[in-house]
Nanobody
Framework: QVQVVESGGGLVQAGGSLRLSCAAS????????MDWYRQAPGKQRELVAT??????RNYADSVKGRFTISRPNAWKINLQMNSLKPEDTGVYYC?????????WGQGTQVTVSA
């Protein structure tokens, strides 16, 4: 069984920063990539940032220059979010992709007040 757990969400004023963390555990032989998605109220879930096992990073245009994804080890990723905007508000989900199977966390709420 695989578990993916996010942490670090919260309430912050516009212009502030938050750091999200995600850890995967369980019976996983290898993780090909880990990424962050978010879902705002009434909107579809969207990809925020991705990092492959080889260290390749990709970001949504809306967060480029403000968010940084990092991977301290094979089972964990972080998302440093700076210069937050109200439109960054939503539930942030971590996903681990392993051998074609996706494993999702329960999500962590990020709320940015104007």
């Amino acid at each position: 069984q695989v578990q993916v757990v996010e942490s670090g969400g919260g309430l912050v004023q516009a212009g502030g920063s938050l750091r999200l963390s995600c850890a995967a555990s369980g019976t996983i032989f290898s993780i090909d990539l880990m990424d962050w998605y978010r879902q705002a109220p009434g909107k579809q879930r969207e990809l925020v940032a991705t990092m492959t096992s080889g260290g390749i990073r990709n970001y949504a245009d809306s967060v480029k220059g403000r968010f940084t994804i990092s991977r301290p080890n094979a089972w964990k990723i972080n998302l440093q979010m700076n210069s937050l905007k109200p439109e960054d508000t939503g539930v942030y989900y971590c996903r681990a992709l392993s051998r074609g199977s996706s494993y999702w966390g329960q999500g962590t709420q990020v709320t940015v007040s104007a």
